[in-house]
């Protein structure tokens, strides 16, 4: 390993001939950034180096959750890494930086402050005002204030009204206060929540797969603010909660990359900064399920959930134990638990607004681990992950092989979206 000193970092790298600073190795403990070198657009341009076999890997794919399929590719390479690299992985303070990158020393110049979030959201409809009830009354430890802006001006003003009418007798600073935002300040926050949609099929309309019915129209939509957030050099997060949730996270990342022309030049949000909020409620139904059937328990302890909010989700019953059949059963339950709510003769809207939504969104912002869809070569998929001071950092498992496969299928079928 090579090291080098690029302002107040000092990171290492492979490659011993970068026109940086050399540094030497410095005293194990000591916060290291990796330098990678990897096509911009094709994975995140900065993580959280949770495990040595990281650093190894030739692309970014779905093999990044297995433990298994990394330390396969990792044993093609000479993997000997000194005390400091393996102290810095070991004591979770090593970050990875893509050194191609056109906004380089930027992204390695970041310092996250671990401060109360500013957060606006977008669209006050049924779910956005359940969302905005959650983040309300659960994010005073996180939240500095909440923004909501809609195309009518009577909705916000009268969730204005209602929320900040919400409060603890004698401590009236509790909770996070509630205004009113303009769309041209959208942008001026650390959290923007994308709720906005053209609508959902009405109960009885036959509509089997609402999701993608969603998506050519709120696709148009989540292009329009992706474009302003470029415009306005948003460096927060993009959440989008909007169905569907994980391919509108790709069209948010990939609209805000492109020039007046339409060509992708990455300058826009960068991969990491963009997060699809949807698998929330599906880990949730999940445990929900397995509550009420003894067969699918061991979901409470020891599953996961991967994939998009959709059908091609993949429920894994447990990891040590994983049985297959049971698995495919309780995703299957999962999957059509909105249609059961809709037979009932119900939108299911409340559930997701606060477990996709308020929920994940607080545990994300006071980076404890939660469930959302985060860039993976080329796509969004739902999994485990976290935002740290050195990074976005999602789980890695020993998968089983017939799990895995089913998240190689999920991964496929999201690339042939968009």
């Known amino acids: 390993m090579y090291y080098y000193k690029i302002g107040d970092k000092i990171c ?14 410095p005293h194990p403990g000591t916060p290291l950034t990796f330098l990678f070198e990897r096509e911009p657009g094709t994975g995140r341009e900065s993580f959280k ?28 390479k000479n993997c000997e890494l000194d005390e400091a690299v393996e102290a810095a992985i070991t004591q979770d303070v090593m970050r990875a930086v893509n050194r191609l990158h056109p906004d380089f020393d930027t992204i390695l110049a970041e310092k996250p402050q671990k401060t109360k979030k500013r957060v606006h959201v977008l669209a006050i409809g049924d779910v956005g005002s359940t969302l905005l009830t959650g983040l309300h009354l659960l994010g005073g430890d996180c939240i500095s204030s909440i923004g909501i802006c ?39 926050c650390d959290v923007f929540v ?78 990491e900064q963009v997060q699809g909020f949807g ?35 993949v429920i894994a019953d447990s990891i040590a134990n994983y049985n297959d059949a049971l698995s495919k059963e309780l995703t299957q339950l999962t999957v059509t638990a909105n249609l059961h709510m809709r037979a009932i003769g119900f939108k299911p809207f409340i559930a ?44 890695i498992l020993p998968l089983p092989d017939a799990l895995y496969e089913r998240i190689v299928t999920a991964e496929e079928n999201l690339k042939k979206i968009v």
């Open 12 to 25: 290492c790298s492979f490659n011993g001939n970068l026109s940086y600073e050399k540094a030497e190795m």
């Open 150 to 188: 809609d195309i009518s001006d009577k909705v916000t003003a009268r969730w204005e009204f209602e929320e900040n009418q919400i409060a603890y007798p004698w401590s009236y600073d509790a909770l996070p206060e509630v205004d009113v935002v303009k769309p041209e300040d959208l942008f001026k």
């Open 279 to 313: 698998l929330g409620v599906m880990n949730a139904r999940a445990a929900y399920y397995a509550k009420r059937d003894g067969r699918f328990s061991q979901f409470l302890t020891e599953g996961r959930s991967f994939g998009p909010h959709g059908q091609d989700l």
């Open 49 to 76: 180096v949770n495990s040595p076999l990281l650093l190894f890997q030739e692309a970014e794919n779905v093999s990044w959750l297995s433990s298994r399929k990394l330390e396969a590719q990792a044993a093609k």
């Open 352 to 395: 997701p607004a606060y477990s996709s939504g308020a929920i994940s969104l607080i545990l994300m912002m006071r980076g404890e681990w939660h469930c959302g869809s985060v860039f993976m070569g080329g796509i969004f998929m739902g999994v485990k992950n976290r935002y740290t001071e050195y990074g976005l950092e999602t789980e």
């Open 194 to 271: 994308f709720v906005a949609s053209k609508g959902i099929p009405p109960v009885g309309s036959g509509v089997k797969d609402v999701r993608m019915y969603q998506f050519e129209n709120n696709s148009k939509i989540v292009a329009q603010y992706a474009r302003q957030a470029r415009a306005e050099h948003f460096r927060g997060l993009f959440a989008v909660v909007s169905d569907p949730v994980d391919p509108l996270a790709k069209t948010a990342w990939l609209e805000s990359n492109k020039d007046e022309n339409g060509v992708l030049d990455l300058k826009g949000l960068r991969p």
